[in-house]
């Protein structure tokens, strides 16, 4: 056997045994056996005197090689070994010692998913008073005294003769006839309207609604199916088919309602849609000219579409919350669950 | 509102299935609501003969019945009272499934034997009667399917209305739509009258005292009646709208209000007590006893049917007790007319109550269809109740309600609709729904007096779009309006704020706006407040005058499911009317709450929360929005514990309220533990917050930190001593804290030591020691001076 031979021979030999070893103990041990004083590479390279000088620079640099390649062995060797079985008493599987994260309220976040939507699609949120005229929640908005449209807003009155309102829409009426010479307008309402209900798992004193609207030149029906399609499925999901039922709202004419398909059967049926196939998200219509006029603005020739989406009520389709008291009754464990 | 599928394809001859009919309806504005089968429980439901009727011994209610189903006999238990032998029943045969999703078993019923049910009305979902079971015809064939004998196999579509659409409160006025969707005209019935030669006017006069409230009213005679029950066809259109049969009379009045819209009412002439009908509004105070047995004190609001003397029905609402038609009726007396929707409103609203005919004459009848109406029931009193009908109509109808005219010009309908639809679809859609259209370039449009929605042009494009479909519209793919619109700078300001704040660890909460007003009177009192005048319970009195008693609900409401630990925060309102000068306010507050334990893991230990963490929360707002030094001067509210309540002031301004709420309020909310909470006032914290400043270049020459142990007494205010401090030290005085305070072992009673940390640098040369110490000498020589303090410098 050549000496070079005796070298890859110990080289074999060493990766071999180094893979097989399972303990720190045994790599030590193989770490002097090979590399030691005494070990098996050191002998070969003190037995180099008989060599030529050519041949004595063969061996010599194939041996350091062999040697670096065994140490190199044994070093991930160890850290395997000793990653397995560690023997620091550090513990990283103990919690982190971080601070607690407060949760926005589901409503809240529901509110600003919504108003983002539409804010990307350039509409600015315009705010207005939650206690309100007769005027502006009525009147403004094209209900006429004793007309039945009334009876579906359960109005609570407040003392002095005001309402608290009961859409966000006069905030609408009163935007157009603050800017009704900066035309064109293009807000959203979001926030806080009343209803005179007892209260029960599906009704509530009170509740949010989004409100949005725009009135410029050349505004028609098929810009506010655009709007609203768009919106749809940035919030809901995309694909979803979307249908307009013609519909009745004092301040809107033409005036629908809009279902989107329900997104847990596809419109299917199922228990969330309650078989129908189809979720009622939102109502909406062109802007009555009778509501421009009262404002100032000219209907001949602005036209405008307006529409009005609850805040808990996709809350609840989305989340599957069965009770609309959750929402005001604050329990953390409720809160919490959407952090 | 409910109807008869059957009836709606009768009138209009369309082949659509039921679920068709629907759909299609809901598309064009009739919204749907519910299919039902008719026959849902009717399957294995077969007629029966009652051959015996036998007492069961031991039970008084029920009895032992054999009946025969045509394949067998079976033993049937029964225990409605009017079983008797030779009637014909539906028997519900084992394995039916009847109303309330009973299924039919073979039992034993008090030991005996029973194969089958002999139903009442409800139990197979034809009314709601259960008085006792349901007799049929004595020619019903034995063994037949029910369904097939009472030809029962129809679907029953249930529609909520939009409240304008008083003209779909109909089966005529639904088929109007189908009619104008399926491109067919609806089919009235054929009215064959064969009237008497003597006159209806010589017998009967009327007058309307009040044409603002009744414009029309018309009457005719009819003589010879026989009262009885009404023939199947007649019941199945009832009973398929929800409406109880109850006399061929009644039930004659009823249908022709189902078919064409029209309430009528039918008095018995005997009874009437005159010869002359006179409408006119109720006196103030008249009592009346309308024929659900109740007598009724009205008002003015109230029109009257009278019979010149006293009255004789509520107009439009409900009849009365004295002139109705009883079993003994052979003359009647029939009323068609019209009344004002508001009349009728504010009368129904006045006494309570709402009937199918008010909720008619409330959305609008059709003022012109009377005489149809009218002729059409006197018709089906000839043919069925054996009637005589008098000749001609008296009719009371001095100013005609004329059609309105209106113009629609194509291209603004287009415009409206962003279509480029046609006029002569337009003029199509129109005249499919009965309006009369003349013209091309504009439409000149005749609007029937039915619908008394329609008056202007923009209503006229409404019906377009609807029957055209918005379906059918094209949705525009490019954004409208301006490109870009301004952020609203509140509604950043709070979303930042309720970042910072769940950062923090605080949770959003939200109240609802409406509070207690006894308690908000005791916890701020004299506060104006914004007061409810129909509340709907007294804890929700007023609109809120400060977030803090919906704070303290929501903590009360955690702590009560033993959520005990909280911070939580509200941006909300609070409501006040207009007083001393100002209008209705509302102003936007935020409302911090902390109370329990603070933040534990297993290292660092919980420990009851104090005033400190409240104000730990307060100066991180402070220090994002760069808003001017807090000054915590000590105020008194009667909510707030004395020692711990103080107003928040910043440039002199009041920007909120801070403190521990007194343990007897915490109580009232059933937290037995202390609460710290702070209300703080938006409007004013946006206008002092600041945007970030200019830059300060970094530090070149080095710090030099100085500790000082100062003891002083209890009673002296940390933070005045460190403005002192401040104030001695001057520029040179980078950085001023407080590392420690303690009172306790190795301090004398009384005192507490304070550390503080003084970092020493100036921006412009490295200070030499001599520097220092000049200000270390300064700062404990004021010390000792001003607060008598006890100083080791380190
Ligand atoms: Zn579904």
Redesign the interface.
């Known amino acids: 056997m050549s000496i070079l031979d005796e070298v890859s021979h110990i080289e074999q030999d060493a990766i071999k045994r180094i893979s097989e070893a399972d303990s720190l103990d045994l790599l030590r041990e193989l770490q002097v056996q090979f590399l030691g004083r005494k070990g098996s590479l050191t002998a070969v390279l003190k037995s180099l005197g008989g060599l030529s000088p050519n041949e004595r620079k063969a061996v010599g640099a194939r041996a350091n090689q062999v040697r670096e390649l065994i140490e190199q062995k044994i070093e991930e060797a160890t850290s395997r070994l000793s990653s397995a079985k560690s023997s620091s008493s550090f513990d990283p599987t103990l919690p982190g010692t971080g601070q607690y994260l407060g949760v926005t309220h589901i409503v809240t976040q529901t509110m600003n998913d919504i108003c983002g939507i539409f804010e990307r699609m350039g509409f600015q949120i315009a705010r207005g008073p939650h206690v309100e005229t007769e005027h502006y929640n009525f009147e403004a908005l094209n209900f006429a005294p004793d007309h039945p449209a009334r009876d579906e807003h359960d109005t609570f009155f407040v003392e002095g003769g005001r309402l608290l309102r009961t859409h966000t829409t006069p905030v609408q009426a009163r935007e157009m006839e603050k800017r009704k010479n900066d035309l064109p307008i293009k807000l959203i309402m979001p926030g806080r309207t009343f209803r005179h209900e007892d209260i029960s798992t599906r009704a509530h004193v009170s509740f949010h609604q989004v409100d949005g609207f725009l009135v410029d030149e050349g505004i028609t029906i098929a810009d506010l199916k655009g709007c609203l399609n768009a919106f749809t499925h940035a919030y809901f999901g995309e694909g979803l088919k979307l249908r307009f039922r013609p519909s009745y709202f004092p301040f809107t004419e033409p005036s629908a309602e809009v279902d989107v398909a329900c997104y847990l059967c596809r419109g299917k049926g199922c228990q969330l849609c309650k078989q129908s196939g189809w979720l009622e998200i939102l109502g909406c219509g062109m802007i009555h000219p009778n509501v421009l006029e009262m404002a100032g603005i000219d209907s001949e020739k602005y036209t405008g579409y307006a529409f009005g989406v609850g805040v808990e009520r996709p809350a609840m389709l989305k989340h599957g919350i069965n009770d609309i008291r959750l929402f005001f009754n604050n329990n953390l464990r409720f809160l919490r669950q959407f952090n | 509102m409910r109807i008869s599928y059957l009836w709606l394809k009768e009138l209009t001859g369309l082949e659509w299935s039921a679920e068709e009919m629907a759909e299609r309806l ?4 009739i ?1 749907n609501e519910e299919v039902t089968s008719t026959a849902k429980y009717l399957d294995k439901v077969v007629v029966g003969e009652v051959l015996e009727v036998h007492p069961v011994e031991g039970a008084s209610r029920i009895r032992r019945t054999i009946v025969d189903v045509g394949r067998e006999k079976l033993q049937v238990i029964c225990g409605a009272p009017n079983v008797a032998v030779g009637q014909k029943v539906p028997v519900a045969q084992v394995g039916a499934k009847v109303a309330g999703e009973v299924e039919i078993k073979a039992a034993k019923i008090r030991g005996v034997d029973s194969a089958g049910m002999i139903c009442a009305e409800d139990e197979l979902g034809i009314s709601s009667d259960h008085a006792g079971i349901m007799v049929l015809d004595p020619s019903a064939p034995v063994g037949a399917a029910l369904k097939d004998h009472l030809e029962y196999d129809d679907y029953i579509l249930g529609f909520e209305l ?4 008083g003209d779909a409160w109909s089966a005529i006025g639904i088929a109007r739509d189908l009619a104008a969707l399926g491109g067919v005209t609806v089919k009235r019935p054929e009215i064959k009258l064969r009237e008497s030669l003597e006159k209806t006017s010589i017998v009967i006069k009327v007058t309307s005292d009040d044409l603002i409230g009744c414009p029309r009213y018309a009457g005719r005679v009819i003589r010879n009646i026989k009262v009885g029950p009404s023939p199947w066809w007649i019941k199945k259109k009832l009973l398929t709208a929800g409406i109880r049969p109850i006399s061929n009379v009644v039930d004659i009045t009823n249908l022709v209000m189902l078919e064409c819209g029209n309430p009528l009412h039918a008095f018995d002439l005997e009874q009437f007590g005159s010869n002359e009908v006179v409408v006119r509004r109720a006196i103030q105070g008249e009592k009346f006893t309308t024929l659900d047995g109740l007598e009724r004190t009205l008002t003015s609001q109230v029109l009257m049917i009278t019979n010149g003397k006293h009255g004789v029905a509520v107009a439009g609402i409900m009849g009365g007790l004295h002139s109705e038609v009883t079993e003994k009726t052979t003359t009647l007396l029939l009323e068609a007319a019209y009344f004002s ?2 009349v009728i ?2 009368g129904r609203k006045e006494l309570g109550m709402v009937t199918e005919s008010s909720a008619r004459f ?2 609008g009848v059709d003022p012109n269809n009377i005489q149809y109406a009218i002729d059409r029931a006197a018709a089906l009193f000839q043919d069925i109740c054996g009637g005589e009908v008098l000749g001609g109509t008296v009719d009371c109808y001095p100013q005609k309600i004329e059609s309105k005219q209106i113009a629609l010009r194509p291209d603004r309908c287009r ?5 480029d639809l046609p006029a002569a679809r337009m003029k199509a859609i129109l005249e499919g729904l009965e309006f009369q259209v003349t013209g091309e370039a504009t439409l000149a449009v005749t609007v029937p007096t039915f619908r008394s929605d329609i008056s ?1 042009e ?2 006229l ?2 019906e377009v ?2 029957i055209h479909g ?2 059918n ?16 700078a ?2 950043i300001y709070e ?1 930042e704020l ?1 970042r910072i ?14 509070a207690d007003g006894r308690l908000a009177e005791m916890m701020n009192p004299g506060l104006p407040q ?7 319970s007294d804890d ?1 009195s007023i ?1 809120r005058n400060s977030l803090l008693p919906s704070a303290l609900g ?1 903590a009360s ?2 702590v009560s ?1 033993r ?1 005990t630990d ?4 509200e941006l909300g ?1 609070a ?1 006040f ?2 007083c001393s000068g100002r209008d ?1 306010t ?1 102003e936007e507050r935020l409302s911090l709450l902390v109370t329990g334990n603070s ?1 534990a ?4 230990k919980a420990r009851p929360v104090d005033f400190y963490d409240l104000k730990a929360a307060v100066e991180t707002l402070a220090l994002h929005y760069h808003l001017p030094t807090f000054e915590y001067v000590p105020t008194s509210v009667a909510y707030l514990e004395r020692e711990i309540s103080f107003t928040i002031h910043a440039d002199g301004q009041p920007l909120g309220i801070v403190g521990k709420l007194t343990d007897q309020l915490a109580k009232k909310f059933d937290i037995r533990q202390d609460v710290y909470a702070a209300e703080l006032y938006l409007p004013v914290m946006m206008r002092l917050s600041r945007a970030l400043g200019k830059f300060s270049p970094l530090p070149i020459y080095p710090a030099a930190p100085r500790d000082l142990a100062i003891v002083i007494d209890q009673s002296i205010k940390v933070g005045e001593m460190l403005d002192r401090i401040k104030n001695v030290a001057g520029p040179l005085a980078e950085s001023i804290t407080v590392f420690d305070v303690y009172a306790g072992k190795q301090i004398e009673q009384g005192k507490k030591s304070i550390g503080v940390a003084i970092v020493y640098r100036s921006p412009e040369r490295s200070l030499s020691s001599d520097e220092i110490d000049a200000a270390q000498q300064a700062i404990m020589k004021t010390l000792r001076d001003e607060f008598r303090a006890d100083i080791r410098e380190k």
């Open positions: 809901t598309l064009c504005g919204a939009t409240p304008n659409r929707p508001i409103r504010r409330e959305r415009a409206i609709m962003g279509t202007t923009i209503d494009i409404e779009a609807r918005w379906g519209i094209a949705d525009a793919v490019e954004n409208v309006g301006p490109l870009y619109s301004p952020a609203n509140e509604d979303n309720r704040l769940n950062g923090i660890g605080f949770d959003e909460v939200l109240g609802h706006g409406l914004v007061k409810i005048s129909n509340p709907v929700l609109m929501i409401h955690n499911h959520i909280l911070r939580l925060f309102r409501y009317p207009p209705w509302e933040p893991n297993w290292r660092d």
